[in-house]
């Protein structure tokens, strides 16, 4: 009933920028927080930022000041602006929804969080 489609990963020098966006379809009543969690092999998922719909930001030590979290409610579209790019922020990016109340034929609070597929951020030092 909800997916969420990633974009905006891909190859880029240290110092230099991305945007990821991502956007939630479905019949969306709302999303409590949006989010970006990042995996590289070997390693479990970790939490990049996130943002609550009252517009909330939290971030891992190591991106704040290189980046910044942003929502569109309207939209259900949630953006990571990246800058400042390092080696070590090498990975495959996921976008995060938690707390999502969704109508089919009535209105249900979903347990689960939803994720997207993924979109593959490479900084070359």
């Known amino acids: 009933q909800v997916q969420l489609v990633e974009s905006g990963g891909g190859l880029v020098q240290a110092g230099g920028s991305l945007r990821l966006s991502c956007a939630a379809s479905g019949s969306i009543f709302s999303i409590n927080a949006m989010g970006w969690y990042r995996q590289t092999p070997g390693k479990q998922r970790e939490l990049v930022a996130s943002i609550t719909s009252g517009g909330s930001t939290n971030y891992k030590d190591s991106v704040k000041g290189r980046f910044t979290i942003s929502r569109d409610n309207a939209k259900n579209t949630v953006y990571l602006q990246m800058n400042s790019l390092k080696p070590e922020d090498t990975a495959v990016y996921y976008c995060?929804?938690?707390?999502?109340?969704?109508?089919?034929?009535?209105?249900?609070?979903?347990?689960?969080?939803?994720w997207g597929q993924g979109t593959q951020v490479t900084v070359s030092s």
């Open positions: 995060n929804a938690h707390g999502v109340i969704y109508y089919s034929g009535r209105f249900y609070d979903a347990s689960d969080d939803y």
